[in-house]
């Protein structure tokens, strides 16, 4: 995956409050002070391995000091990420450059269908943040919080997601990861979220929002290379089929059958599923990346989801 050394970055679409956390993660995979589930609130992992791994120890459930404001400073973030070849070299202007490129690409698909698009910044925390949904951890992973219209990620999940998953170094795993979440975005948006209620199962609404999410996240994909910045520069100069690989390779390692057999008890058990399996987070992310259709990305009226 290459940048564009020239492309301008737009910073304004992050929210820095790594400087103002509340100090360590709450630990293990548990959902910290209790952020509210639902709608697509939570994010790649979150509520799957909640349910899946909360048996682990750790739990998270420690409370966030009531002293955590959350405030954002952009400053740094902002001095250092201008331009397209700093997003080749730093991970905090690499996120930057994915964002915008999701965001720029849903703008003109929005416009395209005669819609509005509204633009959610991405939250960069350290430890523990609150939401409008509750208080999201370190813990829990990325998570896109319908309540603010805001995705919030503290950096070191890529880290996690390596050590403990085994997923590639790699920024297009970054790429899919932050795509899937505009994708829940996109839901939000569009009222999709509501189709949604608390059950859990292979074909549950839960799982149709999870993975169209990962449809979506394929569909940016499909038109990452094309999609400028404001001042019409490519973003992104090319994908290659190794960063493809790469990413599909991450989807399958969150797959709810990955997980409880690998990091759960061993045992598959499709009536606690909330995200989908393996192969089928693979199949829609290719379904996406290969269509470049949002409208292909219809899990809610697909009778098989793979």
Same mark, same amino acid.
């Given at each position: ?15 820095? @409050? ?180 608390? @059950? ?107």
């Amino acid at each position: 995956m290459q940048f564009n050394d020239d492309a301008d970055l737009d910073t304004s679409q992050i929210e820095d @409050a790594r400087g103002s956390g509340g100090g360590g993660g709450g630990g293990g995979f548990g959902l910290g002070g209790g952020l509210a589930l639902g709608g697509g609130g939570l994010g790649i992992i979150g509520l799957v391995l909640y349910l899946v791994l909360g048996h682990l120890g750790g739990g998270g459930g420690q409370g966030v000091s009531s002293g955590n404001s959350g405030g954002s400073d952009n400053s740094a973030i902002s001095a250092e990420c201008k331009k397209g070849s700093q997003a080749n070299a730093s991970q905090d202007c690499r996120v930057t450059a994915i964002v915008n490129s999701v965001q720029n690409y849903w703008t003109d698909q929005f416009a395209r269908s005669g819609k509005t698009y509204k633009q959610a910044p991405t939250k960069l925390f350290s430890g523990r943040t609150p939401t409008a949904c509750g208080t999201g951890t370190s813990g829990m992973g990325p998570f896109y919080c319908p309540g603010d219209s805001k995705v919030y990620i503290d950096l070191s999940f890529f880290q996690e997601l390596q050590t403990k998953f085994g997923a590639t170094d790699s920024p297009f795993v970054e790429s899919y990861v932050l795509a899937h979440e505009y994708g829940h975005h996109v839901q939000n948006l569009l009222g999709t979220n509501k189709k949604v209620g608390t @059950a859990t199962g292979a074909n549950s609404g839960s799982v149709r929002l999870e993975l169209q999410a990962d449809c979506y996240a394929g569909v940016w994909a499909n038109h990452a290379s094309t999609t400028v910045d404001k001042s019409g520069k490519k973003l992104i100069d090319k994908i290659t089929q190794q960063d493809i690989n790469n990413a599909l390779d991450a989807a399958s390692r969150i797959g709810d059958d990955y997980i409880q057999k690998n990091l759960g008890n061993g045992q598959v058990n499709q009536s606690q599923f909330t995200h989908g399996s393996s192969a089928q987070r693979q199949k829609w992310f290719t379904t996406g990346i290969q269509t470049g259709d949002p409208a292909r990305c219809d899990t809610f009226g697909a009778t098989d989801l793979g």
